[in-house]
């Protein structure tokens, strides 16, 4: 999940000690307090890669040991041991990945089964194991995302569109994975081995398993991560939309009690996990990237009980009686009393020839380490006034020789905060371009320079390997039906509903909308898509908490408190 905690450091020293915590009796008798204790012997086999087990295993008097399974030519390699008071288990048990490791017994003796439903119940009532568990299961993810050779291997143009879109997706999962490009020793071998071919590519290799042609959804669906059933019965609170708002409103609501879905059609983190940096956020005072902030949010959410889904694209929201029904892209139906859509807006793009096709392939909608490397030591061009094109700016000003920005505007403070303007134009890296857009796209498989267009008409080009567009957003709302939208596509709430605008769900409840609440009783909107929204991260996480308090009071007010 997140790529820096500073609780658990870098080191693989460090990750090492905090990956081997042990409990000690006492914590060891609570935590089997919620365990079935079982006898195993040497030999046996725990678990294995691909298992869909979330339970957790505490050592009694048995000893385990984890191991990365043999696989195209790689030896067994043992990761982890585990003795008395040790547990297996990393943030899978968490997020309802699939297993990657063997976990087998070394020393006979006694385990503690700590089943899926039994484990939620422990990391929400007992805060320290909790903390200590948490802190062994990042390290453990970190350990795996540095470990050198990985379960999960990629073979494919990391600089194609179809490699960007995985690439982004496996990291803002959290997912530790081994790319190889097609054209090394790696990946001829690798293709040559399961006999495939570069037209199946990019091909994904795991557990002995080989996906030609493989996507972010279906690799959702063979990792875990995708949208599965919890049981029967209907959700509480589902939240569309992950980034700080619905983040926020899963955090508050898991939190509190509430049986709670949050989905996303991408991935966790929404557009604040692009910003390369957030320095205005309270309480993070040297700033942090916008991927750290989300995957932070994403692991307190999954710690309280939340169930995450992504890519899990949503088509259609009704409203049957007093409980609403959200569908996902495959068809599945969720039963929930109260929504909250948290969708934000979708990137706009340019009006240019080509821009689809050379998009992932020199053109961005972000510009976080990962296309930042992409474009290293290589020119390029940044287009938006806005914070996030200056962020934009000056993070890739660290990786790259020259920077353009290019603000279609006169003047770059109509747009963006004051500390960010004044450490633009004093970076001798980065060249602003007022009064000027981009006019044209220029290069054969790969993005090689743009042409702008200025003052007067003059057009001149520029070369450029990267251009990161950061030109604003439209709502992500035309898959809404029956929920009322204004005329730009956003959501207006509570007090800006007028009476004629609440439709015909409303004649039976004798009350006003609720702060937060939409045209649709019990259905909620928060962040980016609400109108008059301040587009701002903590602005957004506001609304997603905020949100959160009047889906109680309205499931209160219909006796349906939980």
Known sequence: MPSSFPEIGDHPEVLAAVASLRLDDEQLTRATGYA????????????????????????????????????????????????????????????????????????????????????????????????????????????????????????????????????????????????????????????????????????????????????????????????????????????????????????????????????????????????????????????????????????????????????????????????????????TRIRSRAVVLATGAAYRSLPLDRWRELTGRGIYYAATDLEAQAVADRPVAVVGGANSAGQAALHLARHTPAVTLVVRGGDLGVGMSAYLVERILSDPRITVLTGTEVSALHGEERLEGVSLTGRAGAVFRTDCAGLFCFIGAEPATDW?????????????????????????????????PLPYETSVPGVFAAGDVRRGSMKRVAAAAGDGASAVRSVHQYLASAGRHV
Not at 481 to 499: C, N, Q, W, Y
């Open 480 to 512: 809404l039906s029956h929920v009322a939208l204004d005329e730009k596509g956003f959501i207006p709430t509570d007090r800006e509903l007028t009476s004629g605008g609440l439709g015909p769900l409303w004649r039976e409840p004798e009350r006003a």
């Open 36 to 331: 079935k204790c079982e006898e195993v012997a040497a030999g046996q086999v725990l678990f294995g890669p691909g298992d869909e087990s979330g339970e957790l295993v505490l050592c009694g008097t048995a000893a385990l040991e984890a191991l990365r399974p043999a696989d195209g030519g790689r030896r067994e390699e043992v990761l982890m041991s585990y003795g008395p008071g040790q547990f297996t288990g990393e943030l899978n048990l968490l997020t309802g990945q699939r297993r990657e490791l063997t976990i087998r017994v070394t020393g006979a003796g006694t385990v503690h089964r700590v089943d899926a439903r039994s484990f939620r119940l422990l990391m929400a009532r007992e805060t320290d194991l909790s903390d200590l568990f948490l802190r062994a299961f990042l390290a453990r993810r970190r350990l795996l995302r540095q470990a050198s050779g990985q379960t999960l291997r990629v073979v494919g143009d990391a600089e194609s569109g179809e490699g960007m879109a995985l690439r982004t997706f496996l990291a803002r999962q959290g997912v530790p994975y081994s790319w190889w490009e097609e054209d090394s020793a790696e990946g001829r071998s690798a293709l040559a081995a399961v006999g495939h071919t570069a037209a199946d590519l990019p091909l994904a290799l795991m557990a002995g398993e080989a996906m030609p042609r493989v996507t972010p959804g279906f690799l959702s669906e063979r990792l875990n991560l995708s949208y599965r059933r919890t049981g029967p019965g209907t959700a509480d609170l589902t939240v569309v939309g992950a980034g700080p708002a619905g983040l926020a409103a899963a955090v508050y609501g898991a939190s509190e009690g509430l049986k709670t879905v949050l989905l996303d059609a991408v991935a966790t983190g929404g557009q604040a996990a692009t910003s390369a940096r957030i320095e205005n956020y309270l309480g993070f005072p040297f700033g942090l990237s916008g991927a750290d902030l989300t995957a932070r949010a994403a692991v307190q959410a999954l710690r309280f009980g939340a169930h995450i889904a992504s890519p899990c694209g949503v088509v259609a929201l009704e409203t049957h009686g007093d409980s609403h029904v959200v569908t996902l892209v495959d068809g």
